[in-house]
T-cell receptor, first 112, second 114 residues
Framework: DAKTTQPNSMESNEEEPVHLPCNHSTISGTDYIHWYRQLPSQGPEYVIHGLTSNVNNRMASLAIAEDRKSSTLILHRATLRDAAVYYCILRDLISGYSTLTFGKGTMLLVSP | EAGVAQSPRYKIIEKRQSVAFWCNPISGHATLYWYQQILGQGPKLLIQFQNNGVVDDSQLPKDRFSAERLKGVDSTLKIQPAKLEDSAVYLC????????????FGNGTRLTVT
């Protein structure tokens, strides 16, 4: 599986936007970019995914660079409940049984 | 929809003892995963089932770990005998057969081996 690089931690203030970066310079053409987050004492939860175009859903936005070698997860207004570890994962959806390979992720700290 | 159910929530055992974890996936989800998460690290895949068949168990320590998914629904992960380094959170996840569908995780079982 292609690897991703994320900062170990980031800090934000409540109600401010947060931009979480992810580098994936060895991404292949069939890799989708997935983001999951893990709140304390819970299992990971799906946030968003995309291939080439920017994506929006109720939780966040995903901005994908034109060359696809990097992406940014955007939380438009951080809340205290957004404090979690955020994982950027490449998932090959061409292979028949594609799974998720997690790195260490970015720990997001949100201050009131 | 009901989420992925796991039990027990916590388990403390002594080394060399055996332990079993249970997972009930979301109804209709054909794919089931077991992950191990050691403190401070991301989850690591142990085994993946498609219905009741094993798709990937390349990272499962087969000398002590075993897993089964009878009838393609519930699953059990067993460790026998346990070692100190098995202390971790064991996460179960499920997904539909659509390869683009997200994984849904349970809240895990926290195992402490003393």
């Amino acid at each position: 599986d292609a690897k991703t690089t994320q900062p170990n931690s980031m800090e934000s203030n409540e109600e401010e936007p947060v931009h979480l970066p992810c580098n994936h310079s060895t991404i292949s053409g069939t890799d989708y970019i997935h983001w999951y987050r893990q709140l304390p004492s819970q299992g990971p939860e799906y946030v968003i995914h995309g291939l080439t175009s920017n994506v929006n859903n109720r939780m966040a936005s995903l901005a994908i660079a034109e060359d696809r070698k990097s992406s940014t997860l955007i939380l438009h207004r951080a809340t205290l409940r957004d404090a979690a570890v955020y994982y950027c994962i490449l998932r090959d959806l061409i292979s028949g049984y594609s799974t998720l390979t997690f790195g260490k992720g970015t720990m997001l700290l949100v201050s009131p | 929809e009901a989420g992925v159910a796991q039990s027990p929530r916590y388990k403390i055992i002594e080394k060399r003892q055996s332990v079993a974890f249970w997972c009930n996936p979301i109804s209709g989800h054909a794919t089931l995963y077991w992950y191990q998460q050691i403190l401070g690290q991301g989850p690591k895949l142990l085994i993946q089932f498609q219905n009741n068949g094993v798709v990937d168990d390349s990272q499962l320590p087969k000398d002590r770990f075993s897993a089964e998914r009878l009838k393609g629904v519930d699953s059990t992960l067993k460790i026998q005998p346990a070692k100190l380094e098995d202390s971790a959170v064991y996460l179960c996840a499920s997904s539909s057969t659509d390869s683009s569908s997200p994984l849904h995780f349970g809240n895990g079982t926290r195992l402490t081996v003393t």
